[in-house]
């Protein structure tokens, strides 16, 4: 299995901070990734696809970069509606497996 | 715009199966060259991809989960299911569903709202 590790597990930030989630995969995964938005008791939302497109309807504050094994998701200006937790996914190879996640919290 | 609806029993007894269905409306689960997956959250946990279907019919499990995982379709009724057996305490979770455009790199979307089941006697 690939394994997604995240990082950081959580941080804290203010409103108007740019925030940047990691995420690396244990193999090369070229392209294949995608990251979530989930807020508690809601399903995750598509945020990012094949590694830097932006879903329709998403606030262009976030973006996503990187290849290989190597990725990140930035939020350029946190916004409150931002505070959530964020999944790496990779969709290389089988099974699809997701990170564990980066919390974003209130400083 | 499409929209999918998990359902089935809340609580399921430790050895049994656990069944949900998950209903696709605002789209035919036929059109369109889509797989359908289901995705399961342990409480306070991350993510855990079960398996998915085609609408021909062909599936792809997770590994950890195989032995015991059989998702299956019904293009009549638009729906697609899973069926877990021999569940335990470790089944417990928030199963989703989701419209699996993961082939074609563009991620799970959408998501259906999810269900809890617990496995308890």
């Known amino acids: 299995d690939i394994q997604m590790t995240q990082s950081p597990s959580s941080v804290s930030a203010s409103v108007g901070d740019r925030v940047t989630i990691t995420c690396q995969a244990s193999q090369g995964i070229s392209s294949w990734l995608a990251w979530y938005q989930q807020k508690p008791g809601k399903a995750p939302k598509l945020l990012i696809y094949?590694?830097?497109s932006l879903q329709s309807g998403v606030p262009s504050r976030f973006s996503g970069s990187g290849s290989g094994t190597d990725f990140t998701l930035t939020i350029s200006s946190l916004q409150p509606e931002d505070f959530a937790t964020y999944y790496c996914q990779q969709a290389n190879s089988f099974p699809l497996t997701f990170g564990g996640g980066t919390k974003v919290e209130i400083k | 715009q499409v929209q999918l609806q998990e359902s089935g029993p809340g609580l399921v007894k430790p050895s049994q199966t656990l069944s949900l269905t998950c209903t696709v409306s605002?789209?035919?689960?036929?059109?369109?060259?889509?797989?359908w997956s289901w995705i399961r959250q342990p409480a306070g946990k991350g993510l855990e991809w079960i398996g998915r279907?085609?609408?021909?019919?062909?599936?792809n499990y997770n590994p950890s989960l195989k032995s015991r995982v059989t998702i299956s379709v019904d293009t009549s009724k638009n729906q697609f299911s899973l069926k877990l057996s021999s569940v335990t305490a470790a089944d417990t979770a928030v199963y989703y569903c989701?419209?699996?455009?993961?082939?074609?790199?563009?991620?799970?979307?959408?998501w259906g709202q999810g269900t809890l089941v617990t496995v308890s006697s």
């Open positions: 605002g789209g035919s689960i036929s059109s369109g060259s889509y797989y």
């Open positions: 279907i085609y609408t021909s019919g062909s599936t």
């Open positions: 094949a590694a830097s």
């Open positions: 989701a419209r699996d455009l993961s082939y074609y790199d563009l991620g799970f979307d959408p």
